[in-house]
């Protein structure tokens, strides 16, 4: 197994980050390899297929950075520490020092038992073939679909946060990624594979992407950032609830709200609710805010959205409403 020593202030300033240009390179991983999320490889591979079959440097590029377990860190380096647009995060991958991608390739094919770099390669500038790609998945794939797949994100991210205040990152990293678990002892587990064990200290960054499995992140030559991304646990936030709102609970709050209250589990914007509900904007903003006045949900900020979530005292007058039986509320 892969692990890594965390100290401890390390890990009490790690954070979550959402990240365009992670979400970019785990469609690009996922067109590459194939496998998994079929929906999204049927719909995009066969034109991925045509743009890197009429670029050859670009196919050899790829062949010996995107190795079985591990990727050459130019093409994946951690994420700023704040979220920052795809275009400026792709142009760090184009402006990687030839050198430097060479380095990282050899590295990659070494600890994979690839072979040798071929002479032709040392002639290519990796970084600017890669960032073309990147530039071009995110425009074709996930681009059109990026307000959706970014609620999702943000869901993840309230979701993860309250794991983390309620029970510890031992709680928040129990289920992040397979093959992925606390050691204890400042020891987290990576994953299954048989690499180095590395010391982390500075900042660690946790990202969730929709796409693909994730991966880990470290630049050799910057031992100050690292970065976990993982795919995002929420991947049903927008839609309804497992379950309707209880009878008794619809005619303590009415049945729009009881409805609202329900539906945010796993948190959710305002637009999500409206998408949901099919009340107005307005309305779902009036409902919310008696919900939040009486304690039951909470507001807080995640990027550019607003999200709400159950409280504590939410969650336990769903449970006690549910218990009492009854038929379900029609909203």
Not at 193 to 202: D, F, H, K, L, T
Request: glycine share 8%; net charge positive.
């Amino acid at each position: 197994m892969t692990w890594w020593q965390i100290d401890t202030e390390t890990l009490a300033g790690a954070r979550f980050v959402i990240s365009p240009v992670a979400e970019a390179t785990g469609a690009l991983l996922r067109l590459h390899k194939g496998g998994g999320d079929h929906d999204f490889v049927a719909a995009h591979r066969a034109a991925y297929r045509r743009w890197i079959d009429d670029r050859p440097d670009l196919r050899l590029v790829l062949a010996a950075s995107l190795r079985p377990g591990w990727l050459a860190d130019f093409v994946a380096p951690p994420q700023a520490v704040t979220e920052r647009p795809i275009a400026e995060e792709i142009d760090r991958i184009r402006r990687t020092p030839d050198a430097h991608a060479h380095a990282d390739i050899a590295r990659a094919l070494a600890l994979t038992g690839g072979p040798s770099p071929p002479d032709v390669l040392g002639a290519l500038a990796p970084g600017p073939l890669v960032a073309e790609l990147l530039e071009w998945v995110w425009e074709t794939t996930i681009a059109p679909d990026w307000s959706r797949r970014r609620r999702i994100l943000e869901a993840d991210v309230v979701a993860r946060t309250r794991q983390l205040t309620q029970g510890g990152w031992v709680a928040a990293l129990a289920d992040l990624k397979a093959d992925m678990r606390w050691l204890g002892n400042g020891r987290l587990q990576i994953n299954a594979a048989r690499y180095p064990p590395r010391e982390v200290s500075g900042t660690l960054l946790f990202v969730p992407i929709t796409v693909g499995r994730g991966w880990v992140a470290g630049d050799e030559r910057d031992r100050g950032r690292q970065a976990i991304t993982y795919p995002a646990s929420a991947p049903l936030a927008l839609t309804g609830p497992s379950r309707p709102a209880p009878d008794a609970l619809a005619r303590l709050l009415g049945p729009v709200r009881a409805r609202l209250l329900m539906l945010l589990d796993p948190p959710k914007s305002t637009t999500q609710l409206v998408a949901l509900t099919g009340l107005a904007l307005g309305s779902v903003g009036r409902h919310l805010a008696i919900l939040l006045d009486a304690g039951l949900v909470l507001r807080r900020r995640s990027g550019r959205s607003v999200l709400y979530s159950l409280t504590a005292a939410g969650r336990t007058l769903i449970d006690a409403a549910a218990a009492t039986g009854g038929s379900p509320a029609q909203a």
